[in-house]
C-alpha cells in the first residue's frame, strides 16, 4: 500500500495504489491520514483509481476515517473508486454514507460548489 499526498488548491489529495487491507497497509493509510490532520487539512479526497483491493478492515478504516473527520468539520470525498470497489460500497450500503465522484476534476469541483 502506497499513500502519495499532494495539494490542489484548498485541497489534499491522498492519492491510494495497492491493496488496504489488514496489518500494515491500514496501519500506513491511518498514520498518514493522521499527519494530514495534524497539519490541518479541512478537504479532503482520497484517489482510489489505483487501489486494487480493500478487505473489511480498510472499508472499516475508511468509515472510521469519515466518522473523525467529519466529527472535526472536515469534507471528505472519495473518487476514482474500481468498478469492484463500488460494488462492495453498494453491498455494504456505504455508497449511501461516503460522496463518490467519477474523477479529479468532478471532486475538486464539489468542493468549489459544497464547501
Do not use: C, W
Not at 25 to 42: C, N, Q, R
Not at 51 to 72: C, Q
Request: aromatic share 8%.
Amino acid at each position: 500500500m502506497n499513500v502519495a499526498v499532494r495539494q490542489v488548491g484548498d485541497v489534499t489529495i491522498l492519492d491510494m495504489e495497492g491493496r488496504l487491507t489488514i496489518g500494515p497497509p491500514v496501519a500506513t493509510f491511518a498514520s498518514i491520514v493522521e499527519e494530514v490532520l495534524g497539519a490541518g487539512a479541512k478537504k479532503l479526497a482520497l484517489n482510489m483509481a489505483r487501489l486494487t483491493f480493500v478487505d473489511s478492515s480498510g472499508f472499516g478504516y475508511i468509515m472510521r476515517f469519515y466518522v473523525s473527520t467529519t466529527r472535526i468539520g472536515v469534507k471528505y470525498k472519495l473518487f476514482g473508486v474500481s468498478k469492484l470497489i463500488a460494488s462492495d460500497l453498494k453491498v455494504l450500503h456505504l455508497n449511501t454514507v461516503l460522496e463518490l465522484y467519477e474523477d479529479e476534476d468532478s471532486v475538486l469541483a464539489s468542493f468549489e460548489n459544497r464547501g
